[in-house]
């Protein structure tokens, strides 16, 4: 809609401008300050240009223009909308799609070492990456999602370590103790249970096995990795392991040395990041030969990049702030762009039940898990409240707050409105074929900019993915939530003269609402009940 809008206004102006929505909708739809950039130029006061710029659209077939203290105020006319919305209802699924954009983007998010359960921390990221591949889908971009799998750090071995240890103590009576870095929890337990039926007592004689439990418990990990995502409406399309590119780190490292990235010292093989504004330069090759942390994330960014992808995205927890610059050195030094990589932050959260702190589960070994949070409030609630908020700010709720049947709860004020409509629907025995060619013309002002700010959502999932503040999608969301509510309370629909021109803009709402809310990976409610 705006679209169209921008290209109207062009095609008369014949002059750059921005065009803004005014919050105050029976001001205008939209509006340009326009008159005050060229006040200068013309040499004229910015009202007087503004009352000349609207002579020139009063043949416009789709708003009208009034000039306003200097600015130029659009109203679209309710011709248009009524088209808008005609248009909107026959699209269905393809309701404020974009069309195919050119830009190929590779998003990596999540990416926790397979060492344990999905806890807390690691699901706003999983949210975000989520909706943002969603919406990013849905506007045209081709998006290719990836999970990078550090299975090639002694972490793999020390998940190994604990689950021997464990098995040894509890089915061999050994005495044996942990090292500082081993993993505990019940989950571990759990581990060497299925060891036990699996290999038998024999895998927990030799310590010679640590590596098989290695290997076998990574693998069991991220089986249990997957099933946590899914039941989050979460599926990553590529699994790519660290260790599966161990053989190119030698590749790597001659790329860096030829384009005087790297150096050695001291018996080790540092990379020159801080001539690219890094703190220091860092350590990629150990004096006993052995790769850094650092030195596999280069190797797999080195195969990213060679991927050819247009666009790059690392969702990172906010703890990595500062290893963006050492990675974009490396990128830089490896002969690519290092500004086609955009770094996400995502800042903490902090979860509550009742005002108090969130129980954490001895499964985990003092953590909070993504399993204990879907199963206390679902994959819904859980979604909605972590896309509430940017990325980059702390985040804290209170889990008790989404049980609320009342507008305190967004999830439910947002699915009641739609489910609402389907009631409506339901008590006028009538469906969408019988009013989508309902003419709307007759509508006061309130019906029409409640309809216009339905149309708007491909303006809104623009705005949010270019901007990476998706946060916008849930509060455009409870926007039009409440003013649907309003309007219903305030306004009588069935049996009145205008009852198939209501239930047309009430049905552009619903889907309005349903798309939003699937592209959050949210299935919209045609029924409320009562748990």
């Not at 002694?154 to 061999?172: C, D, E, V």
Request: hydrophobic share 40%; aromatic share 10%.
């Amino acid at each position: 809609m705006k679209d169209i809008v921008f290209d109207k206004i062009k095609e008369i102006l014949k002059k750059d401008f921005v065009l803004e929505k005014p919050k105050d909708k029976n001001l205008a739809h939209y509006a340009t300050p326009l008159a005050f950039s060229l006040a200068k130029e013309l040499r004229k006061s910015p009202k007087l240009i503004a009352d000349e710029l609207a002579l020139e659209f009063k043949n416009s077939d789709i708003f009208t223009a009034s000039p306003l203290n200097g600015y130029l105020n659009f109203h679209l006319k309710p011709e248009f909308l009524d088209k808008l919305a005609t248009n909107a209802l026959n699209s269905g699924k393809n309701f404020a799609k974009s069309k195919d954009k050119k830009e190929k983007i590779l998003l990596e998010y999540v990416s926790a070492n397979p060492t344990g359960p999905l806890h807390i921390g690691h699901v706003r990221g999983a949210v975000y990456g989520d909706t943002l591949a969603r919406v990013g889908r849905y506007l045209g971009y081709d998006i290719t999602t990836e999970y990078y799998i550090n299975d090639a750090g002694n972490q793999i071995n020390m998940l190994g370590l604990s689950i021997f240890i464990t098995g040894a103590n509890k089915f061999l009576n050994a005495n044996l103790d942990f090292e500082e870095n081993c993993y505990k929890g019940d989950y571990v337990e759990n581990l060497s249970d299925e060891a036990l039926k699996e290999f038998g007592k024999d895998i927990f004689k030799n310590k010679q096995n640590v590596e098989k439990l290695s290997l076998w418990g990574k693998d069991k990990m991220l089986l249990l990795i997957k099933d946590n995502l899914l039941k989050a409406n979460i599926k990553i399309q590529n699994w790519v392991s660290e260790k599966s590119f161990e053989n190119e780190l030698f590749d790597t490292l001659d790329c860096l040395k030829k384009n005087g990235g790297v150096y050695e010292k001291d018996g080790k093989i540092w990379i020159n990041s801080s001539a690219l504004g890094d703190e220091k330069d860092r350590v990629i090759i150990r004096e006993d030969k052995r790769p850094t942390y650092l030195a596999g994330d280069i190797v797999y960014h080195y195969n990213k990049f060679k991927r050819g992808y247009d666009h790059y995205i690392n969702i990172w927890g906010a703890d990595h702030h500062g290893y963006i610059k050492r990675v974009k050195s490396s990128i830089h030094y490896l002969g690519f762009d290092e500004n086609k990589l955009e770094v996400i932050l995502a800042q903490m959260v902090s979860l509550l039940k009742d005002g108090q702190t969130f129980k954490m589960s001895k499964r985990a070994g003092n953590f909070i898990l993504m399993s204990d949070v879907l199963e206390e409030i679902g994959s819904d609630a859980l979604r909605f409240i972590f896309i509430t908020k940017k990325c980059d700010t702390a985040l804290e709720f209170d889990v008790s707050e989404l049980s609320k049947e009342d507008s305190s709860n967004p999830i439910f004020y947002i699915n009641y409105a739609h489910a609402r409509i389907h009631q409506i629907f339901a008590k006028s025995e009538k469906k969408i074929d019988d009013i989508k060619e309902a003419s709307i013309l007759n509508l006061n002002d309130e019906a029409l900019n409640l309809l216009f700010e339905a149309l708007t959502l491909n303006e809104v999932l623009e705005d949010a993915f270019l901007s990476r503040n998706l946060q916008k999608i849930p509060d455009y969301l409870k926007n039009i939530a409440s003013n649907f509510h309003k309007f219903y309370n305030e306004n009588r629909v069935l049996g009145s003269e205008n009852e198939d021109a209501l239930l047309k803009v009430f049905a552009v709402v619903a889907l309005c609402i349903k798309t939003g809310l699937s592209l959050m990976g949210i299935e919209a409610k045609n029924i409320m009940t009562k748990e």
